[in-house]
């Protein structure tokens, strides 16, 4: 299993930008692919994002097509958010995942997250 510890959440302005963080522990980094999950109040868990192990393909939810950007440094061991043109419906936890495989949407396909980051975006 992988450690994994998201940063980067916080209050931003309709529109404005933010950029979360994901730290992954071990040395096997680069084989897992990553994915953003995220949890509004009283709704479930959503796919977000993902990426491959490589970095080299990576898959989005449709409400986030063409605002939300995610990248991988292997080098690093983290994997990046890059959130653009927010709104108020992308307030939510938002959670980093990590699965022992190639990529994935599914909640049920990571076996490793990391505790959360919030996102909290004012109209």
């Known amino acids: 299993q992988v450690q994994l510890v998201e940063s980067g959440g916080g209050l931003v302005q309709a529109g404005g930008s933010l950029r979360l963080s994901c730290a992954a522990s071990g040395r096997t980094f680069s084989s897992y692919a990553m994915g953003w999950f995220r949890q509004a109040l009283g709704k479930e868990r959503e796919f977000v994002a993902t990426i491959s192990r490589s970095g080299a393909y990576t898959n989005y939810a449709d409400s986030v097509k063409g605002r939300f950007t995610i990248s991988r440094d292997n080098a690093k061991n983290t994997v990046y958010l890059q959130m653009n043109s927010l709104n108020a419906d992308d307030t939510a936890l938002y959670y980093c995942?990590?699965?022992?495989?190639?990529?994935?949407?599914?909640?049920?396909?990571?076996?490793?997250w990391g505790q959360g980051t919030q996102v909290t975006v004012s109209s």
């Open positions: 995942a990590a699965r022992n495989g190639p990529w994935a949407v599914r909640t049920t396909d990571f076996g490793s």
